[in-house]
């Protein structure tokens, strides 16, 4: 993966690099801008970019009207990405895509599993990482619920997760606005 960091004034970081008191975010390049590499205009580019999604996307606070754009935005982003080479498509709606198959025991509702595991929103910004984090398979969003009884240990997936599996018209309050598709790169690692 390809990352690019940000900083709120449009100033360009190289990864590890941190200005104490700014707002910044990390893009998934590969996710932002499939197929660019990371030069200095592709960066300038994306940053671009991500400056016009940020205030409505990753800023959305609660209104009926930022609900109803995020609805429209995450259901053309959810449209586009169920035509992706090897995406599944379940009848709740979660896509998924496998990027490394497993072995093993696939996990039930009623598992424990570890994982790890990395969330982004449609336009590249992680929101939140983990690794080696243990939980019970039923505290969790429902995208997740569902798209790890798929996975066998070992086996890597994209998670491409509709709102109403995710966080719904509420968000999260920080990042994640109201009705917000969410994708998910998640690592099997065991189940109990």
Request: aromatic content about 8%; proline content about 4%.
């Amino acid at each position: 993966m390809t990352f690019v960091s940000y900083v709120d004034q449009g100033e360009l970081l190289n990864q590890g690099q941190t200005l104490k008191g700014r707002n910044t975010a990390v893009l998934d390049l590969d996710l932002a801008a499939p197929g660019a590499t990371q030069t200095s205009t592709t960066r300038v580019s994306v940053v671009t970019t991500y400056q016009g999604r940020r205030s409505s996307i990753g800023s959305a606070c609660c209104g009926a009207t930022d609900a109803a754009l995020n609805q429209q935005r995450s259901e053309a982003y959810l449209a586009k990405t169920a035509k992706l080479p090897s995406v599944e498509v379940t009848a709740s709606g979660l896509q998924y895509q496998a990027l490394q198959k497993g072995y093993g025991e696939s996990p039930l509702e009623t598992n424990q599993v570890t994982v790890n595991y990395r969330g982004l929103l449609p336009s590249g910004v992680i929101f939140d990482s983990g690794t080696h984090i243990t939980f019970p398979l039923r505290g969790v969003i429902a995208g997740w619920t569902e798209g790890l009884q798929y996975m066998k240990v070992g086996a890597k997936y994209r998670f491409y997760i509709p709102a109403d599996l995710a966080y719904g018209e509420r968000g999260t309050g920080g990042l994640i606005g109201p009705n917000a598709a969410l994708v998910f790169d998640v690592e099997l690692l065991e189940v109990k």
